[in-house]
């Protein structure tokens, strides 16, 4: 696949700011800003935290060119991850200063995800999927446009007045390109001759008139296989994931799969943080290989890198070196070693460059302390500044301020956009993929309906006929009966969703964050596919538990108890998808249930009277769908109840005070009370997503954001190519 039009990102005067509490930016060595920690506690113990401004990034200028494996390096701190993250569009909060541009036009880090790939450190990828399943999965949710026989989108007249000066420049500038470059363009030439004579060819398969098209599933599949043939994973295909409790593809391999599932979008930009970190030497070559290979195609590559070897470094076409938030070199690989010892640092034979830049030229052993709290941060402030002043006066930084000057101007065109299938597809691939993950997680399935047996068996053998024992004694067990059914029913439910959900809680977001699919698809999904297992197994515990525990011999009783902890089940999923949805780990979760749960078993009907609680506790009773189902349980077996002719079922209701509300009325409350949890739990899922970054646009902005991409370039690069023309001519 390679890549039609090109796409440069530039930038210019860039700075990332965030507010950080002011304790943290005290001065002097650990133990005086501990002991400054400790007066500012005692003295505001209830105040407000005082903020002030730290400058992440500092007035960064620079270029990543199309058909270049660009790398970013540096020590930790020093800003590479969030110079991705700005770039991609990927930070969440703090405040941003500068200009991007892409091919000339001006834009922003949310713009720019219109176009780029993003490759996360951490591959967060279904465990139970195979690796052929993610990267169709991929295809089918962000499939990437039908560049050889769809029609492209007509791109404004931008250059109109310009063209020719336009063409005059590139001509001229062809001669000083470096030869990746010309590759890239060599590439970009291929790929219009092929594209034409695949569509001539169809077009005269089918004389003349409409287009021959293969269908979706075969396109989809055959991208998939050359995926997978590109980026070696022909062994593990059919492997699934894994994770750490199950054993699944190894971790280069699965990084591989996280760049084959952003290379398949045909995305003109991918950004790649730490690609290589975590595995070993020789898996780590093969990713940069294949990062290569993918920015030789003509996309633009920026990856950050931590401590390449010396094979990968070779590999890598641009350099650029960060340090306390700052760029102290961009440019070519190939100069980086002469700009280094024109600054008085030589790079020995046979030493890594990168391995050089580390220890001899941002850290001087010799006189960095090492620990930042220890008095390292001035000195490392110090060096940061002449290592700045070194790179902006050279002739490199200039070169890159030219480049930024004359920036790629060719036109982009909707194809170029990264786009989302609709959410009718999106549902459905997730519900098939919903399914095949509960199949696979088979032991989850049989657990479940383990329980459900098990439950049904227990309170079945404890109470067993119960009908056949003296009032008092049915009164007893009846209700401990029912009210076990109750908790076991809601509690049961909700602790096997939060175990569930949490694991896939980083999934969906980081999924939904890629593009993979919006927030009413998955919900809807999720629901659809758990809806079989939670009524399966409380239907399953009530034909055991009913008939053991001789309730009444009336199939239309047995309907209704068997209906009330089917609702009781569905609240319990509601508000496990609540929790999940409201707390970020298992451990928070099983810290909240008790506060949560525990009111609900107390004000459930049998622990407490109701009726004669505390008045101001007793409305903790309306909220709770233990009350309601017991209630339920209750009228079904006591209502009219005789023993030996003695009506004593409706005495033992008003003893107990259960409320006014009939079964069905009781039923309804469960079910609206888990109506209620089900709507919370999306509006949390919404609020997590959006607290994801402030990257996500509506429809509007994102059109807007289309639109000015696919617009005019700056007027500041169309006036310089007009000035760099008529230079040329008057010199003629």
Not at 502 to 509: A, N
Not at 595 to 615: D, H, K, M, Q, Y
Not at 653 to 681: E, R
Request: aromatic share 8%.
């Amino acid at each position: 696949m390679i890549a039609k039009n090109p796409i440069q990102i530039t930038f210019e005067g860039l700075t990332y700011t965030v507010k950080v509490p002011v304790s943290n930016e005290a001065s002097g060595d650990g133990s005086n800003r501990l002991v400054a920690g400790i007066k500012t506690a005692l003295r505001k113990p209830f105040g407000k935290t005082e903020y002030a401004d730290k400058e992440i990034l500092k007035q960064m200028s620079g270029t990543f060119r199309p058909g270049r494996l660009t790398a970013i390096l540096g020590p930790s701190g020093s800003g590479k991850t969030t110079l991705l993250n700005l770039l991609a569009g990927h930070l969440s909060s703090g405040e941003t200063s500068g200009k991007i541009w892409a091919n000339g036009r001006p834009t922003s880090g949310a713009g720019l995800r219109r176009l780029a790939g993003y490759v996360n450190q951490e591959d967060v990828i279904l465990p139970t999927q195979t690796v052929e399943e993610a990267i169709e999965m991929s295809i089918l949710l962000r499939p990437p446009p039908l560049s050889s026989d769809q029609p492209q989108a007509e791109s404004p007249e931008s250059l109109s007045s310009t063209d020719g000066v336009h063409q005059d420049r590139k001509a001229a500038e062809k001669q000083q390109q470096p030869p990746s470059l010309h590759a890239a363009a060599k590439h970009k030439e291929a790929y219009d001759l092929e594209a034409a004579s695949i569509k001539s060819h169809s077009s005269s398969a089918a004389g003349g008139g409409s287009v021959h098209r293969q269908p979706i599933s075969t396109m989809a599949e055959q991208r998939r296989s050359h995926a997978i043939s590109l980026f070696g994973l022909e062994k593990c295909r059919s492997t699934m994931v894994g994770d750490s409790s199950a054993k699944g593809i190894s971790g280069g391999e699965k990084k591989r799969t996280a760049i084959a599932m952003e290379w398949v979008t045909e995305s003109p930009v991918i950004f790649l943080d730490e690609p290589t970190s975590g595995l070993d030497a020789h898996s780590a070559l093969m990713v940069t290989h294949q990062l290569k290979d993918i920015a030789d195609a003509g996309r633009t590559v920026v990856a950050v890198v931590h401590q390449p070897s010396s094979e990968m470094f070779a590999l890598i076409d641009d350099i650029v070196v960060l340090f306390e938030g700052r760029i102290v070199y961009m440019g070519e690989r190939a100069n980086f070693v002469d700009y280094l010892a024109r600054l008085g640092y030589p790079c020995g034979m046979y030493t890594n460059p990168a391995d050089h830049v580390f220890n001899s030229v941002l850290f001087d052993g010799a006189g960095y302390a090492g620990d930042r709290g220890l008095g390292g941060s001035k000195a490392m402030a110090q060096r940061a500044d002449v290592l700045f002043a070194a790179w902006s006066g050279s002739a490199e930084a200039a070169a890159v301020q030219r480049m930024i000057d004359s920036p790629e101007l060719s036109p982009i065109t909707a194809s170029q956009f990264r786009r989302t299938s609709p959410a009718a597809a999106q549902t459905k691939y997730l519900l098939k993929r919903g399914g095949r993950n509960a199949l696979r997680n088979s032991l989850v399935l049989r657990i479940r309906l383990a329980q459900a047996i098990f439950f049904g068996l227990i309170i079945g053998l404890v109470f067993l006929n119960t009908q056949n024992k003296p009032t008092s004694v049915q009164q007893q067990n009846f209700s401990g009966a029912m009210f076990f059914t109750c908790v076991t029913q809601f509690l049961i439910a909700t602790l096997a969703v939060v175990n569930v959900f949490t694991s896939e809680r980083l999934v969906f977001q980081r999924e939904r964050d890629a593009g993979y699919y919006g927030l009413p698809a998955y919900y809807a999904s999720k629901n659809i596919v758990e809806l079989p297992i939670q009524v399966c197994v409380p239907v399953v515990y009530s034909c055991i538990s009913y008939w053991l525990l001789g309730l009444r011999r009336d199939v239309g009783r047995f309907f209704i108890y068997m209906v009330t902890t089917v609702c009781l089940n569905l609240c319990g999923f509601s508000f496990g998808m609540l929790l999940g949805a409201s707390f970020a780990s298992l451990s928070a979760i099983l810290s909240a249930l008790p506060a949560i749960f525990l009111p609900f078993l107390l004000f459930g009907g049998l622990l407490v009277n109701t009726g004669n609680s505390t008045v101001w506790l007793r409305w903790i009773q309306w909220i709770s769908p233990i009350k309601y189902g017991y209630t339920a349980l209750m009228y079904n077996q006591f209502k009219g109840y005789t023993v030996d002719g003695v009506d004593f079922g409706d005495r033992y209701l008003d003893q107990v005070n259960l409320g006014p509300f009939s079964v069905a009325v009781n039923i309804v409350f469960v079910l609206g009370i888990s109506l209620i949890a089900w709507l919370a739990a999306y509006v949390m899922l919404a609020r997590l997503s959006s607290t994801s970054g402030k990257h996500h646009l509506g429809q509007s902005a994102v059109r807007r954001q289309e639109q000015s991409l696919m617009g005019s370039p700056d007027a500041r690069f169309v006036d310089r190519v007009q000035d760099e023309t008529l230079a040329v001519s008057s010199s003629q």
